[in-house]
């Protein structure tokens, strides 16, 4: 096995959405860990910004966008002379061949996809209809002899004071005792989106049976008339209005809610950084039902049965809210 050990300037690829940073936050962390004199960067898209404003492990932020520009960042990259390249992306990539041909670090650290363009250190990639996301990072990390903590390897979000202390007064003052159901309404594709009155029948089915729990509905900013036509049949004395839309605020909702029912795996990945219950919607997808389940200790997975969540029902989801809710109050 290759000694990493002395290496002390690592570049860290991962060109994924915001989940995937959550879950490869994890890896940054037990890497700084274990070369606690190393100097971090990390290479990723510029819509990530937010998700790593506050990470603690990262020396140095490069960004791109996933066009010519990601070419041009790769040979500007060049000049750093990195000791070791570290590729978290999982799937195969000419991106990732092209990273290690002109980086030209030392060292090389990846799945192995290809025989012939493999990294120094490689793992071959376990099968994503078999194994979660960050169990097939754990194999890459002990490739490299990284020592890990099963309690502590976990998605990890760094979230800033301010951004914290805005939401938690806007909930205290807004909750009354009461406990906090967050609902994440936005997701990343059109089969994600859960239909308005599917929402609206549920949640009034909830509040009506537990009046101890407040309704809060979280979406992008791009979503707000969506959110509207959702909350304009509800009972207005049992909702909590999303004031804030940037990452860090979002986040910073999930952390104080009680319980997160969401389609999107990103919110999915929050939650278990803060280890909130969390009812998930999924497509019909056996990998991304598998790779993308939550970590929190307490959760329901629901599977459409077909490619669209459209087509979960409204009792499959109350059920599964009762059954989350008896483990809770346990």
Known sequence: MINLTGHKKILIVRLGKIGDIIIASAAIESLKNKFPDSDISLFTLKKNKDVLKYNVNINHLFLTNKNFDLYFKILSLRKYKFDVLIDLNDDPSKTSVVLRKFIKSKTTVGYNFDEKNKPDISVTQQAKNETHIIERMKSLLQAMNVELDEREFIPKIYLGEIEKNEIYE???????????????????????????????????????????????????????????????????????????????????????????????TAAVHIASAFD???????????????????????????????????????????????????????
């Open 170 to 264: 806007i909930i205290n003052r807004q909750k009354n005792n009461s406990k906090i159901i967050a609902i994440n309404i936005s997701a990343g594709a059109p089969i994600r989106y859960w239909p308005v009155d599917k929402w609206t029948k549920l949640l009034n089915k909830i509040t009506t049976t537990f009046n101890q729990y407040k309704i809060l509905i979280l979406s992008t900013e791009e979503d707000q008339n969506i959110r509207n036509r959702i909350c304009k049949n509800l009972n207005s004395d049992s909702l909590i209005y999303q004031n804030y839309y940037s990452f860090q605020h979002y986040a910073s909702y999930i952390c104080y809610s009680d319980i997160l029912i969401t389609p999107d």
């Open 276 to 330: 909130v219950p969390v009812i998930a919607l999924y497509p019909n997808y056996e990998w991304n039902f598998i790779s993308w389940q939550p970590l929190s200790k307490k959760y329901r997975s629901l599977k459409s049965n077909t490619e669209s969540i459209a087509d979960i029902k409204i009792e499959e989801v109350y059920n599964s809210f009762k059954d989350i809710l008896t483990e809770i109050e346990k």
